[in-house]
């Protein structure tokens, strides 16, 4: 694992010196990259956000509370994400439908020299093929983020909804 640019290994450096700056237009950047190859249906590159070994889960607010360790949908490795894109594509059938990911800025909640973590807002507004639009989930992103061959890529994302009534058309990933 690469360490995070920090100046003397500490969060300090990451809140008040040109290493934060940076260190967040990074983060800005890869959401604003992860969230655009779900919105623009390139599906095959989500898996490329992540480490090999990283876990993604999605889970409602109710059931993060009460640490409830399996999720809506849970992957304990890139290749998982793999095989879930390969059977949306393949295998599932569900109505035609793309996100539209609104993003907030991430907030910084701890930074050590090798990971970052942090929590994004976010809404997701769903396009159906008819052209109706409705928002479809809202909550945070809870992310552990690494530097692997010089980008930053998520080794944990826990997508935690604000509510725990889910749509059955859950098929594409937040």
């Known amino acids: 694992m690469e ?14 010196g040109e290493t934060r700056r940076e260190t967040l237009i990074r983060l800005v950047d890869l959401h604003a990259r992860y969230s655009a190859a779900l919105d623009n249906d ?16 999605i889970t409602s607010k109710a059931d993060a509370a009460d640490d409830l360790p399996l999720g809506i949908i ?6 998982m994400m793999v095989d879930r894109i390969t059977s949306t594509r ?24 090798t990971d970052i973590v942090s929590e994004t807002s976010f ?4 396009i159906m093929h008819t052209g109706d639009s409705m928002l ?9 983020i690494v530097l692997s061959e010089g980008d930053l ?9 604000d509510s725990h009534k889910i749509d059955t058309l859950l098929a594409i990933p937040f």
């Open 3 to 16: 360490k995070v640019p920090l100046v003397d290994g500490n969060i300090k450096d990451l809140v008040l």
């Open 42 to 57: 390139r599906l095959e590159d989500w898996p490329t956000f992540f480490t090999d070994d990283a876990t993604y889960r």
């Open 74 to 79: 849970y992957c304990n490795s890139k290749k």
């Open 90 to 113: 393949q295998a599932n059938i569900y109505e035609g439908h793309g996100y539209r990911h609104i993003i907030s800025a991430p907030l910084i909640l701890t930074a050590s020299e």
């Open 123 to 126: 809404c997701v507004i769903r």
């Open 136 to 144: 479809f989930a809202s909550g945070v992103y809870l992310d552990n």
């Open 153 to 161: 890529k998520f080794s944990s994302k826990t997508v935690v909804l």
